[in-house]
């Protein structure tokens, strides 16, 4: 049985039967949900990427699974509707983003979730542990330690010895950012700077938060990770060098549309650990018993153009270690 796949809202196609033995009922399809919290622009390689990691695991497209996508604006109320809409017709649901995460937890659905680009699982208290997640979730989280943060933070001082004071900029509500935060606190003191927390509900506060920035007399940008400020972070890349600031993200996207740097994993590459995790799932295993993996890999992206903009000139030091300098 075929269906016809289209993206926007949803997409999704009709795929055959799996194997014997592949999966738990193996008299039906298994039905996976998918919830991107971005723009099908931004979130279309998120939702191919994971459309091949499973295909790669032996869950191909045209085959043995039904794959209904979703994208969703990155407000809480938004994605949990979008959840609940899909939950009756799903077997199983991939969220990306803590937003997505929390709107997940926030449903209360029984049904077996796998999470991406999560901040902090246990901390947020999607699982039990990282070892042991102990529920219906299990996934693959964003950062690899309360510690990143913090070399974000190091990696500005670096290029700018005397920075003093740096504006921290998240989503308000999104827990994400008490993380970052506790993060800061452990470093700042050390590196002499003190941060200004400064926060948006949409994209339309963006220029009244650049106006507290620039009253704060921050010298730099940091950019908390998630779900809006990644839907808006070209925005928050432009107001940022307009205002002379130089930025530190956690998207490398964001560093190509013009912001200063970033650290982070590879979005991208967090679907194909997902991938295999769907596939213990399909065949039995509980997500309670899967493990959740984080990020083996971090990537360093230096803006020079936008440095230059600046009037900036990055240590080879940092050059050295970056994994794209884009000039």
Known sequence: MNRRAFLGLIYGAALALPDAGAAQQPSKDWRIGQVIVATPEQGGILATALEQGLS??????????????????????????????????????????????????????SV???????????????????????????????????????????LLKEIMPGLKRVAALGAVGDVNVGFAMTSFDRVAPNLGITLVSVGIRSAGDLEAAFARIKESQAEALIVIAGALTYTVGMQIADLALAAHLPSCFAFKELVRAGGLMSLGPDLVALAGPAAAQIGKIIKGTSPADIPVEQPTRYELYINL???GLLNLTIPQTILGRADEVIE
């Not at 947020?124 to 330690?145: C, K, R, W, Y």
């Open 56 to 109: 790669d695991v032996g869950y191909a497209q045209g085959r043995n699974i039904v794959l209904l996508t979703q994208f969703a604006s990155p407000q809480p109320d938004k994605v949990e509707e979008t959840i609940r809409s899909l939950v009756p017709k799903i077997d199983l649901l991939v969220v990306w983003s803590t937003m997505g995460g929390m709107a997940a937890k926030k449903v209360g659905s």
């Open 112 to 154: 077996p979730t796998v999470f991406l680009s999560v901040g902090a699982p246990v901390e947020d208290g999607f699982v039990q542990s990282l070892a042991h997640p102990g529920g219906n979730m299990t996934g693959i989280t964003f950062e690899a330690s309360t510690e990143t943060y913090g070399k974000r933070l190091q």
């Open 305 to 307: 153009k936008t440095a």
